[in-house]
């Protein structure tokens, strides 16, 4: 990973550079964003350069992640009673080659492991002892990166604090985590914090539209929707919330909501409806969560008579945008985006899709006559 290739983050780029040239680059230090606004990319950049001012030679074996001294840690599940990260490097290594942005979420579809715990163990902490008590293999520094930090169980947090206050000569420990709740006090106290912001919007635009290919109005619309964070906005411009699939969907659901009301038979479609969603899987059901959240945020700002936010609008399959939006106002948004987000926890922790769906979509049809 190259400076370059980061989005945004120019201050932070500056700080971890001057680090490196003024010699005072921290023994350990923890990167605390959510992975989208780049934690990922900033250490592996920052490794890259630690260990290129060493040996020239060095960079290209960071970019491909199979330099010797640079060694990774990372939540996996117990296969076999072995819950090593060095199992599944390979599949971490693809999935970091192909996008260095990705989230916890997408490891663990990546391993097809939805219905499995992601740790990372005491007897990886122990491995990760036995490959810091060797020499170094080029003679310089070697650099520990510990990926989603904040996943460490309670023995593997009291073994890794032993190793952060008697660390090996020349080592180097980077960790990265969303937040700091689920760490050790302890731990945070032998680490020097470094907050990662989330990406500016004219720095996240910029990059879609010069490294992604997106058109003006498309990087307009992803920036406004993924909130400073590239992953999701990748997904965002590659993903179903571009299909038409999610507008055909959101339409029938409003309109069979809309419908239930009068004709309680309708019930039988948005139970249909669900089953449909209830078939996929859990990051495209979650995709369309998110859709339907924005979408009936900016349906309250029609309403409220701020057009100039409304970034985009349903005006596909005959749908009267501005008829739909004078029912979305302060006297039901709340509700809806709170049955919108219970619904979103619930899928994260497997609940019955079909249920999940169906209680959605029933829901819908109370809170959308609810006037102001």
Request: glycine share 4%; net charge negative.
């Amino acid at each position: 990973m190259n400076w370059e290739n980061i989005a945004g983050q120019e201050n932070l780029k500056k700080l971890l550079q001057d680090s490196i040239t003024e010699n005072r680059v921290s023994h350990a230090q923890l990167f605390i964003g959510k992975e989208g606004y780049g934690t990922m990319p900033l250490v592996l950049a920052y490794a890259k350069e630690i260990l290129n001012r060493e040996n020239e030679n060095a960079a290209s074996k960071v970019e491909h992640l199979n330099h010797l001294d640079l060694h990774f840690c990372f939540p996996v599940f117990t296969d076999n009673k072995n819950s090593l990260s060095k199992n599944k490097f390979d599949h971490f290594r693809e999935m970091m080659l192909t996008s260095p942005y990705a989230s916890y979420d997408d490891w663990t579809a990546f391993l097809d492991s939805e219905n499995k715990q992601l740790f990372i163990s005491a007897d990886e902490i122990d491995d990760q002892n036995q490959k810091f008590a060797l020499k170094s293999f080029e003679g310089g520094t070697k650099i520990l990166i510990v990926w989603r930090a904040d996943k460490m169980n309670v023995a593997a947090s009291n073994k890794f604090l032993k190793f952060l206050e008697e660390p090996p000569a020349k080592t180097i420990i980077l960790l990265t985590a969303e937040n700091t709740d689920d760490i050790l006090p302890t731990i945070l106290s032998r680490t020097q914090i470094i907050e990662v912001p989330r990406i500016s919007d004219e720095d996240l635009e910029n990059y879609l539209k010069s490294q992604l290919a997106a058109t003006e109005e498309q990087a307009k619309v992803v920036t406004h929707e993924a909130q400073g964070n590239l992953n999701e906005a990748i997904k965002l411009l590659n993903s179903e919330i571009k299909n038409p699939e999610f507008e055909k969907l959101f339409v029938q659901w409003v309109r069979d909501a809309f419908m239930v009301k009068k004709k309680p038979e309708f019930l039988k479609n948005i139970i249909l409806w669900a089953r449909e969603i209830a078939g996929w899987n859990r990051e495209k059901q979650k995709n369309f969560l998110n859709y339907a959240s924005e979408i009936f945020r900016l349906a309250l700002l029609q309403n409220y008579h701020s057009e100039e936010l409304v970034y985009k609008k349903i005006d596909a399959s005959g749908f009267n945008w501005a008829g739909f939006s004078k029912f979305i106002s302060g006297a039901n948004i709340i509700n809806i985006l709170d049955e919108i987000n219970t619904a979103d926890l619930h899928l994260t922790r497997n609940g019955n899709p079909k249920i999940v769906w169906t209680d959605l979509g029933i829901k819908l049809s109370r809170y959308i006559h609810k006037n102001s």
